[in-house]
């Protein structure tokens, strides 16, 4: 049975989030949140943006600002040959790297992504090199190509890239979910649970870490626990899918209510389509479990 997993590319503060990056020329007209942002300001800061990328056509910095703009609008096509404009310019820019990476991560276009992140990692040995935020560029360029290894079906690389980060990055933080998460993805997934316990003991307001968190209970034979796990991850963040989807799981699986479990996932699918666990047809046909 797969539970319902949180990745860093749905919400987890990692791999593909990437702040701080600066411009010489910057429009404040650009530097919006995508909390914040509406349907004709977001517009607005992308005309902003196009302008201010033909202007200054020598800065990565206003092509990837355009890019993720787009993907903020949906438009995914368009936000891909922007990142591809910005590496032009900068083919080391980390920003576009995880910007276009990201991407291809949401198609399933592992294939493409990991030569582009080996590339730019084999740039530079050093993992606290060029320094962006709370950590360095390439624990966050590692932790995206650990990410697509995974989802790759390369559990195994994706694991030695997290233990190497772990042992040699004064960037890693044990805040991170990155572990937890390829550890559960893997054979051995017992090994995530203690990872787990420490990610929501350092961030307990992280909701993807204690969804993550709620699922090594559930493997452990605790599901009071891990339901306890899922409704305070549901209720930091109201809008995350997995824990409905785990939640009905729960019901379905491990306290055999129907019912209940058919109600989680309802509100699952006001927010996402994934059916891993085929839960939709058996609990349309009242099957056994």
């Not at 936000?79 to 991407?103: C, F, H, M, Q, S």
């Amino acid at each position: 049975m797969r539970k319902h997993l949180q990745t860093v590319v749905v919400v987890l503060t990692g791999a593909f989030v990437l702040s701080g990056c600066t411009a010489q020329n910057k429009s404040p007209s650009t530097d919006i949140a995508a909390s914040e942002i509406g349907g004709s300001q977001l517009q607005r800061a992308i005309h902003q943006a196009q302008h201010q990328a033909s202007v200054f056509g020598a800065e990565p910095y206003w092509q990837w600002k355009l890019a993720d703009l787009l993907v903020m609008a949906d438009s995914l096509e368009s936000a891909e040959v922007a990142y591809t404009k910005a590496l032009a310019i900068d083919d080391g820019y980390p920003a576009a790297l995880l910007g276009i990476t990201g991407l291809h991560y949401k198609q399933g276009r592992h294939a493409e992504a990991i030569p582009l992140l080996q590339a730019a990692i084999n740039t530079t040995a050093d993992l606290n090199t060029v320094p962006i935020g709370s950590e360095s560029s390439q624990v966050k360029l590692r932790a995206a190509l650990a990410l697509h290894y995974e989802a790759f079906g390369d559990a195994g690389a994706a694991q030695d890239i997290v233990r190497d980060l772990k042992r040699n990055s004064s960037g890693w933080n044990e805040r991170n979910s990155l572990e937890p998460y390829v550890l559960l993805r893997g054979e051995d997934f017992r090994r995530a649970s203690e990872p787990a316990k420490m990610v929501v003991t350092l961030a307990p307001g992280d909701a993807v870490a204690q969804n993550n968190y709620g699922i090594t209970l559930l493997q452990a034979g605790e599901p009071e626990l891990a339901r306890d796990a899922f409704m305070k991850a549901i209720e930091m963040s109201p809008n995350l899918p997995g824990p409905y989807y785990n939640m009905a799981i729960l019901e379905r699986f491990y306290l055999f209510n129907d019912n209940e479990a058919m109600a989680w996932l309802e509100r699952y699918g006001n927010l996402a389509t994934e059916d891993p666990d085929q839960l939709w047809q058996a609990l349309s046909m009242g099957d056994t479990p």
